[in-house]
């Protein structure tokens, strides 16, 4: 199994700046793609950025130029730089990972962590 430990999250006021860190143990012999997502009551959960093997980013259009992704593969984990927090912001933010949990398995396994709460007052 895999597990996904999430913090960093909070109370900020607009315009703070606030860093999520997510960080794998377990069962894992690669990481491939890491990415953010968040989700508000009675909405689906989106994409805020993604990350995967090789570096490469991907960030929703509301976050770009304010945030920034990356990833530490040597300490199994990822992280989110958030700057110039809107009250928009506020969400619950998790972490996915997909990784390969051994050489002998060539399937990718998708996880998710529990979540943290992200609240930006205006």
């Known amino acids: 199994q895999v597990q996904l430990v999430e913090f960093g999250g909070g109370l900020v006021q607009a315009g703070g700046s606030l860093r999520l860190s997510c960080a794998a143990s377990?069962?894992?012999?690669?990481?491939?793609?890491m990415g953010w997502y968040r989700q508000v009551p009675g909405k689906e959960r989106e994409l805020v950025a993604a990350?995967?093997?090789?570096?490469?980013?991907n960030y929703a259009d509301s976050v770009k130029g304010r945030w920034t992704i990356s990833r530490d593969n040597a300490k199994k984990a990822m992280y989110l730089q958030m700057n110039s927090l809107k009250p928009e912001d506020t969400a619950v933010y998790y972490c996915?990972?997909?990784?390969?949990?051994?050489?002998?398995?060539?399937?990718?396994?998708?996880?998710w962590g529990q979540g943290t709460q992200v609240t930006v007052s205006s």
């Open positions: 996915r990972v997909v990784v390969r949990t051994s050489v002998l398995d060539l399937s990718d396994y998708l996880f």
């Open positions: 377990g069962s894992i012999f690669s990481i491939n793609s």
């Open positions: 990350i995967t093997g090789g570096g490469s980013t």
